[in-house]
């Protein structure tokens, strides 16, 4: 080994000069994480708490009243900033529409399924009513649902309601858009008009007039976060949820009520959603099963039927009987060294390919782990990926909105690391990674391998110059080593291009410039050369194996590898043409955002595998919880922690970042983009379609409405949310309806 003074281990702690004893044993082998007796848990998901992203019907209508905040899970993303909620209008609220107008989105779904209202008598079954009113004089509206005309009409300074049948032809089973369009703008920033309310249902009922005011529930606050909901009599309230595995539906309250289950299949054929419950609430409540809707989305309607005096619900929730080990780590100061790659693919770094190269420390460390087989970057490229990563904060919340330096006011993660006693070390081979971008504050050395040393920065030379860092210094100590060999120019030592280059290849230290080329539509790439340059980039991910050898064998020598906790963690991906595009930075699939995270910490950490999706917008909370230390107020990330020890965790909202403003949005096997234009929404569903070739955002339902939901209300809270009290879209801690006044 070239790593002859102490790095590791309990000799360190004597003194910062005197040398290491020579181990006299082999190395022992990892023990497992320390486990105690279990525990059993019921509640998989609070649906009380999910009540700002339920939706309401009164008298069998969808009644969207714009006066409330709720009414933003009824606002397309991107519209936010032309529709502003909750605005009065003397005893009167609504709505301001600013610009030309907006979107709304609207589910026909269960029993408002469009198959179960057919045509009769040569009119639609369904239709729609806005109220609403003009904010300037002369205006007039163009109402489009599904981007299709239905009326042009004008409008006074006075509310209105309109009406308008929904022709068939134009109508979705699931999400349906509507459009207005304003033709008169408000002057020097003021509203164009104004809408109160929007209601569609049956058009017998539409036509007859307008629903009871639908406040949809009535809020009664008990002990610490908990409250009970008060339903009026003919008022439902609509959740969207993934039914757990072996999954039930726990009710408790008083009063008549109504349960109706269903699933996109079902509204696509016209189906009657399934009546799980319908009467009287006892005094110990009811377990609905919902078995046989495990891993499905789910539609579910509680309904206080009318004619009664309503019901008031108590528990309303999800439950999935689960066991999880007893958390009882020993929580202290540690030796954390974190290899952060550049470039690196999960599915090239941690899959065995057929045919392809084989990364034996990666797979020996992978064993030996904690393996997060669905983590995101929070950004196709390295530098806002570092920056979130140390501050737990997402590029919308850094200085700049391409997150590309770090605001001041931030605390990373080796500051805090250093307030705790830490020696803090970077070495880097991007030469971004630097005071000037905000990324070395609390380190006490710092080394940028770009800068004239002489000495390379291959990943062997990074890891080689963080451990001579480190070498005497006590523990604790904090090692960020950051390499970038698997990012173009791919150039791999002669011993990793693994055969001759096929006719017309680029030169491997040319490759970035192919690619760009490549990627202008300027070069044609043969299949052949795209297979070569993959070749090429695997290659380098072979030098990232061997630094990652160096670095087990130098920790394992001096003793200390299993004391410590060592992270290998992926920065963003590389695109090989998956869906027309090369290198990275450029889009928000799986090949830009999918990395390895493997966590190694056998004193902490038993091995295993977690699949639900993560972010590294986590993984700085995650490691301050299992040290010990306390989080930043300012970081918005939370610990996974309670997610590593649950065999069936709550779903939970991942989001991924372009500078332009899209945004990457992830909901167990669900994943939504939003590009910046008004239609640029794809959906696509990972466990059937892993390659993301089939948008099914036309047909989402369930899955895109649960999706699109989740994130506006991160959206709606950017810069101010966190994790810790709120959780996350997906799955509303109880704290967030409160703070939002719902």
């Given at each position: 080994m070239?790593?002859?003074t102490c790095?590791?281990?309990p000799?360190c702690?004597?003194?910062?000069?005197?040398?290491a004893?020579a181990?006299t044993?082999?190395?022992r082998p990892?023990a497992?994480a320390p486990?105690?007796?279990?525990v059993?848990a019921?509640?998989w998901?609070d649906?009380?708490?999910q009540?700002?992203?339920?939706?309401?019907l009164?008298?069998?209508?969808l009644?969207?009243?714009?006066?409330r905040?709720q009414a933003?899970?009824?606002l397309?993303?991107g519209t936010?900033?032309a529709?502003?909620?909750?605005?009065?209008f003397?005893?009167e609220?609504?709505?301001?529409?600013?610009?030309?107008g907006?979107?709304l989105?609207l589910?026909?779904?269960?029993?408002?399924?469009?198959?179960?209202?057919?045509?009769?008598?040569?009119?639609?079954g369904?239709?729609?009513?806005v109220?609403l009113r003009?904010?300037?004089?002369?205006?007039?509206?163009?109402a489009?649902w599904?981007?299709?005309?239905l009326a042009?009409l004008?409008?006074g300074?006075e509310?209105?309601?309109?009406?308008f049948?929904?022709?068939p032809?134009l109508?979705?089973?699931?999400?349906n858009?509507?459009?207005l369009?304003?033709s008169r703008?408000g002057?020097g920033?003021?509203p164009?008009?104004a809408i109160?309310?929007v209601?569609?249902?049956p058009?017998?009922?539409i036509?007859?007039?307008?629903a009871?005011?639908a406040?949809g529930?009535?809020v009664?606050?008990?002990?610490?976060?908990?409250?009970?909901?008060d339903l009026a009599?003919g008022?439902?309230?609509?959740?969207?949820a993934l039914?757990?595995?072996?999954g039930?539906?726990?009710?408790e309250g008083?009063?008549?009520l109504a349960?109706?289950?269903s699933?996109?299949?079902e509204h696509?054929?016209?189906?009657?959603?399934?009546?799980?419950?319908d009467?009287a609430l006892g005094?110990?409540?009811?377990?609905?099963d919902l078995?046989?809707?495990g891993?499905?989305?789910?539609?579910i309607?509680v309904?206080a039927?009318?004619?009664?005096?309503g019901?008031?619900?108590?528990?309303l929730?999800?439950?999935?009987g689960?066991?999880?080990?007893?958390?009882r780590?020993e929580?202290?100061p540690r030796?954390?060294?974190?290899?952060?790659?550049?470039?690196?693919?999960?599915?090239d770094l941690?899959g065995?390919?057929?045919g392809g190269?084989?990364?034996p420390?990666v797979?020996r460390l992978?064993?030996?782990s904690?393996v997060?087989?669905?983590?995101?970057a929070?950004s196709?490229w390295?530098?806002p990926t570092?920056?979130a990563?140390?501050?737990s904060v997402p590029?919308p919340g850094?200085?700049t909105?391409?997150?590309t330096?770090?605001?001041d006011?931030?605390?990373?993660l080796p500051?805090?690391?250093d307030r705790a006693?830490?020696?803090?070390?970077g070495v880097?081979?991007?030469?971004d990674?630097?005071?000037?971008r905000g990324?070395v504050?609390?380190?006490?050395f710092?080394?940028?391998?770009t800068?004239?040393?002489g000495?390379?920065?291959?990943a062997?030379?990074v890891?080689?110059?963080?451990l001579?860092?480190?070498?005497?210094?006590?523990p604790p100590?904090?090692?960020?080593a950051?390499?970038?060999d698997?990012?173009?120019p791919?150039?791999?030592p002669r011993?990793h291009?693994?055969?001759?280059p096929?006719p017309d290849?680029?030169?491997?230290?040319l490759?970035h410039?192919w690619?760009?080329?490549?990627r202008?539509?300027?070069v044609?790439?043969?299949p052949a050369q795209?297979?070569y340059?993959?070749r090429?980039?695997r290659?380098?991910l072979q030098v990232v194996?061997a630094a990652?050898a160096d670095?087990?064998?130098a920790m394992?020598?001096q003793?200390?590898?299993?004391e410590?906790?060592?992270?290998?963690?992926?920065l963003h991906?590389e695109?090989?043409?998956?869906h027309?595009?090369?290198?990275?930075?450029?889009?928000l699939h799986?090949?830009?955002?999918?990395?390895p995270?493997?966590?190694r910490?056998?004193?902490l950490?038993?091995?295993?595998r977690?699949t639900?999706?993560?972010?590294?917008l986590d993984?700085?909370p995650?490691?301050?919880?299992l040290?010990?230390?306390?989080?930043?107020p300012q970081?918005?990330?939370?610990?996974?922690v309670p997610l590593i020890?649950?065999p069936q965790?709550p779903p939970?909202?991942?989001?991924?970042?372009?500078?332009?403003?899209?945004r990457a949005?992830?909901?167990?096997?669900?994943?939504l983009?939003v590009g910046?234009g008004?239609?640029?929404?794809r959906l696509?569903?990972?466990?059937a379609?892993p390659g993301?070739?089939?948008d099914l955002?036309v047909?989402?339902?369930?899955?895109?409405?649960?999706?699109?939901?989740?994130l506006?209300w991160?959206?709606?809270?950017e810069?101010r949310?966190?994790?810790s009290?709120?959780?996350t879209g997906?799955d509303l801690?109880?704290?967030f309806?409160?703070?939002h006044?719902m």
């Amino acid at each position: 080994m070239f790593f002859m003074t102490c790095l590791f281990g309990p000799a360190c702690e004597a003194t910062k000069s005197e040398p290491a004893p020579a181990p006299t044993a082999a190395p022992r082998p990892a023990a497992p994480a320390p486990v105690a007796r279990i525990v059993t848990a019921d509640l998989w998901q609070d649906l009380i708490a999910q009540r700002p992203g339920a939706l309401t019907l009164v008298d069998g209508r969808l009644v969207v009243e714009l006066g409330r905040v709720q009414a933003r899970a009824n606002l397309d993303l991107g519209t936010g900033a032309a529709i502003r909620l909750g605005e009065e209008f003397g005893e009167e609220r609504g709505a301001l529409v600013f610009g030309a107008g907006g979107t709304l989105t609207l589910p026909l779904d269960g029993e408002l399924a469009p198959k179960l209202h057919p045509d009769s008598d040569g009119q639609p079954g369904l239709a729609m009513a806005v109220t609403l009113r003009s904010m300037v004089p002369g205006q007039a509206v163009t109402a489009l649902w599904n981007e299709q005309p239905l009326a042009h009409l004008s409008i006074g300074e006075e509310w209105e309601r309109r009406t308008f049948s929904l022709p068939p032809a134009l109508v979705r089973a699931g999400e349906n858009r509507l459009r207005l369009h304003f033709s008169r703008l408000g002057r020097g920033g003021q509203p164009s008009a104004a809408i109160q309310r929007v209601e569609v249902g049956p058009r017998a009922a539409i036509v007859a007039g307008p629903a009871p005011q639908a406040g949809g529930y009535r809020v009664h606050a008990g002990d610490g976060d908990e409250v009970s909901l008060d339903l009026a009599q003919g008022t439902s309230l609509v959740f969207y949820a993934l039914a757990p595995r072996r999954g039930r539906l726990r009710v408790e309250g008083r009063g008549e009520l109504a349960v109706l289950v269903s699933t996109d299949a079902e509204h696509r054929e016209g189906r009657p959603p399934a009546l799980l419950l319908d009467g009287a609430l006892g005094p110990a409540g009811r377990d609905l099963d919902l078995s046989g809707y495990g891993g499905q989305p789910l539609r579910i309607e509680v309904r206080a039927p009318a004619g009664g005096e309503g019901a008031t619900l108590r528990v309303l929730q999800l439950v999935a009987g689960r066991s999880r080990p007893v958390d009882r780590r020993e929580r202290k100061p540690r030796d954390l060294i974190v290899l952060a790659v550049e470039g690196a693919r999960a599915d090239d770094l941690l899959g065995v390919l057929l045919g392809g190269p084989r990364f034996p420390a990666v797979e020996r460390l992978a064993a030996e782990s904690l393996v997060f087989e669905r983590a995101y970057a929070v950004s196709p490229w390295a530098v806002p990926t570092h920056a979130a990563l140390l501050s737990s904060v997402p590029p919308p919340g850094h200085a700049t909105v391409r997150g590309t330096f770090v605001a001041d006011g931030q605390v990373l993660l080796p500051e805090l690391l250093d307030r705790a006693g830490y020696y803090g070390v970077g070495v880097a081979a991007n030469a971004d990674f630097n005071a000037e971008r905000g990324l070395v504050q609390g380190l006490d050395f710092v080394r940028n391998m770009t800068q004239g040393t002489g000495a390379g920065k291959d990943a062997r030379s990074v890891v080689r110059a963080a451990l001579e860092a480190i070498a005497g210094k006590p523990p604790p100590r904090f090692v960020y080593a950051d390499v970038a060999d698997p990012q173009a120019p791919y150039d791999p030592p002669r011993e990793h291009v693994g055969g001759p280059p096929p006719p017309d290849a680029p030169l491997p230290h040319l490759t970035h410039l192919w690619l760009g080329r490549v990627r202008a539509g300027r070069v044609v790439a043969e299949p052949a050369q795209r297979d070569y340059v993959r070749r090429l980039y695997r290659g380098e991910l072979q030098v990232v194996d061997a630094a990652l050898a160096d670095l087990l064998a130098a920790m394992e020598e001096q003793g200390g590898l299993d004391e410590a906790a060592l992270v290998l963690v992926g920065l963003h991906g590389e695109e090989f043409f998956e869906h027309g595009g090369a290198l990275h930075g450029f889009s928000l699939h799986e090949e830009s955002l999918r990395v390895p995270l493997v966590i190694r910490a056998p004193a902490l950490l038993a091995p295993g595998r977690v699949t639900a999706p993560v972010d590294l917008l986590d993984l700085a909370p995650t490691l301050a919880d299992l040290l010990g230390l306390p989080f930043p107020p300012q970081w918005q990330g939370d610990s996974l922690v309670p997610l590593i020890d649950d065999p069936q965790p709550p779903p939970r909202l991942v989001v991924a970042y372009l500078g332009d403003g899209a945004r990457a949005a992830v909901l167990g096997d669900y994943k939504l983009i939003v590009g910046s234009g008004r239609d640029a929404q794809r959906l696509y569903d990972l466990a059937a379609d892993p390659g993301e070739t089939r948008d099914l955002e036309v047909d989402g339902g369930i899955a895109l409405r649960l999706t699109r939901t989740a994130l506006a209300w991160e959206m709606a809270a950017e810069g101010r949310w966190k994790r810790s009290r709120w959780g996350t879209g997906a799955d509303l801690k109880p704290a967030f309806a409160l703070d939002h006044g719902m």
